[in-house]
Structures are given as structure tokens and as C-alpha cells.
């Protein structure tokens, strides 16, 4: 079965430090990759989308890496800061007619 | 622009009564989705419309109906609500699901369902 994981639940570091939040994906040949940040009692807003053909997509202090081969995505936000603490969601478009979403790591950064 | 809008907020029902959340966008997308999202379940795709008088089921379709009579709104039925319903639900919209960007989901505020 087609299946998209997140492989932590919850990450804590500290300020100033790189998170990395991962997802892995099976049974899926995306062509794209896309991850979401959500903040308690509200929706998921867009950040980034990576292509099957590009290994590597930044924006500010955000970078996001696509490996087709091991089918996986790494998500990482440098110089993280106590206002990056959220929940972050990466999504696969299923057949092109469904976004499907992981379960989300929720990250924690402490001042 | 309003962007994705959801009505009501929250709400409680009783089990066995019916109701219908309102979804709206004014961005003139096609395709329009609802989830429903549990702790430690993420966000489960309930059904999804890739435009007017088009509706298809999501993974878990059972107890909610949709339709999409015009391309701005897509309301969800709750045909006769049960405690397992109970549960954040979003709506959301994209120009399509085709790639180059388009598909970027812009979600609404959410309704917090409570069914006793």
C-alpha cells in the first residue's frame, strides 16, 4: 500500500541549531514533493515545492532535498528560532487527483 | 480576496442529527478538497472535487456527502452524525493537481466538530 512517513513525531532543539524533519514515502513515484507548516487551531499554509528533478530547493532559511532513489524528502530550517516551533507536513499528489499528507512532526525550539 | 473561508467555527451536535459545513474560495480554483484531521492521524483526505459537477471520495468517505454546483462553493453533508466524527475539519483549494506550482493547497480556518 501507498504510504507517506514522518519519521518523528515531535523534535526539540535549541535555538540558533538545524532542524531536520524527514519524510520517506513508498510505493509512490511523485513527481513532486511538497511540505506545509501548521500552527495550533489553524490550517496548513504552503512553504515549499520540490520536483522529482531537482535535488535541492531553498528559500530563506529553509532548504528542502528530494531523493528519488531513496525516496525521501529532508526538510531543514537553520539559525532555527522559538517562532519556527510548529508542525510541518510534507504531501505527495496521488495520481493527480488527491494531495496526500503525512502524519507531521511537530518541532519545538527552546530559547 | 478572502481566500478560503469555513462556517461555522465550531459546533456540537447531537448524534443522529444531521448538518452541513460551508466551504467558499474566491481564488477561482478548480479543485476543492476536504479533510478531517485526529491527533495522531493527520489530515485524511474525506472527498475532493477537481471542479463543478465533479465530486470523487477520499479515504474516508463514509458518513459525509458532497456536491460542487458552482466552482466557488463545496459544502459537507453530515447525514446523520456520530461520536466518531468528531474532529477538526478543513477545506481546501488549488488552481489543479498538475504540477508547476498550481497545485499548492490554500486551506481554510477549520471547524471543530464535536458530536456527543
Known amino acids: 500500500s501507498q504510504k507517506i512517513e514522518q519519521n518523528s513525531e515531535a523534535l526539540n532543539i535549541q535555538e540558533g541549531k538545524t532542524a531536520t524533519l524527514t519524510c520517506n514515502y513508498t510505493?509512490?513515484?511523485?513527481?513532486?514533493l511538497q511540505w506545509y507548516r501548521q500552527d495550533p487551531g489553524r490550517g496548513p499554509v504552503f512553504l515549499l515545492l520540490?520536483?522529482?528533478?531537482?535535488k535541492e530547493k531553498r528559500k530563506e532559511r529553509l532548504k528542502v532535498t528530494f531523493d528519488t532513489t531513496l525516496k525521501q524528502s529532508l526538510f531543514h530550517i537553520t539559525a532555527s528560532q522559538p517562532a519556527d516551533s510548529a508542525t510541518y507536513l510534507c504531501?505527495?499528489?496521488?495520481?493527480?487527483?488527491?494531495?496526500?499528507f503525512g502524519k507531521g512532526t511537530t518541532l519545538s525550539v527552546s530559547s | 480576496n478572502a481566500g478560503v473561508t469555513q462556517t461555522p467555527k465550531f459546533q456540537v451536535l447531537k448524534t443522529g442529527q444531521s448538518m452541513t459545513l460551508q466551504c467558499a474560495q474566491d481564488?477561482?480554483?478548480?479543485?476543492m478538497s476536504w479533510y478531517r484531521q485526529d491527533p495522531g492521524m493527520g489530515l485524511r483526505l474525506i472527498h475532493y472535487?477537481?471542479?463543478?459537477?465533479?465530486?470523487d471520495q477520499g479515504e474516508v468517505p463514509n458518513g459525509y456527502n458532497v456536491s460542487r454546483s458552482t466552482t466557488e462553493d463545496f459544502p459537507l453533508r453530515l447525514l446523520s452524525a456520530a461520536p466518531s466524527q468528531t474532529s477538526v475539519y478543513f477545506c481546501?483549494?488549488?488552481?489543479?493537481?498538475?504540477?508547476?506550482?498550481?497545485?499548492?493547497?490554500?486551506f481554510g480556518p477549520g471547524t471543530r466538530l464535536t458530536v456527543l
Open positions: 510505493n509512490y513515484s511523485p513527481a513532486y
Open positions: 481564488m477561482n480554483h478548480e479543485y
Open positions: 520540490i520536483r522529482e528533478n531537482e
Open positions: 481546501a483549494s488549488s488552481y489543479n493537481l498538475n504540477g508547476g506550482g498550481k497545485d499548492t493547497q490554500y
Open positions: 504531501a505527495l499528489v496521488q495520481a493527480g487527483t488527491a494531495l496526500i
Open positions: 472535487s477537481v471542479g463543478a459537477g465533479i465530486t
